[in-house]
């Protein structure tokens, strides 16, 4: 049903800042309850959960990431995004976004984007 689409450039510099851009649909970023994530792979960290916005706008980070992230959202288009400021390498990834992540030991959401490649390098 939910269907979600990454966006973004595939090559960042180092020190620049990371956009990407979910796009949403089957269902609404606003609707009660559901949650909407970022998440990246990396061969150094493997799967981590970034940061989420609520149907109501409220986000949360991972901290250790919490001063470089953002994450907003565009009602209107059914779109949520993600900032993450300045990049290192070690930010290359494949980047997705998520609705629904449960974070345990394991990260489980019910509907995921195909995943987008970013890398940082100059």
């Known amino acids: 049903q939910v269907q979600l689409q990454e966006s973004g450039p595939g090559l960042v510099k180092p020190s620049q800042t990371l956009s990407l851009t979910c796009t949403v649909s089957?269902?609404?970023?606003?609707?009660?309850?559901?949650?909407w994530t970022w998440l990246r792979r990396s061969p150094g960290k493997g799967l981590e959960w970034m940061g989420s916005i609520a149907y109501s706008g409220d986000t949360y980070y991972l901290p250790s990431l919490r001063s470089r992230t953002s994450i907003s959202r565009d009602t209107s288009k059914n779109q949520f995004t993600l900032q993450l400021s300045s990049v290192t390498p070690e930010d290359t990834a494949v980047y997705y976004c998520?609705?629904?992540?449960?974070?345990?030991?394991?990260?489980?959401?019910?509907?995921w984007g195909q995943g987008t490649q970013v890398t940082v390098s100059s």
């Open positions: 998520a609705r629904d992540c449960s974070v345990t030991d394991t990260v489980k959401c019910d509907y």
């Open positions: 089957g269902g609404s970023i606003t609707a009660n309850y559901n949650s």
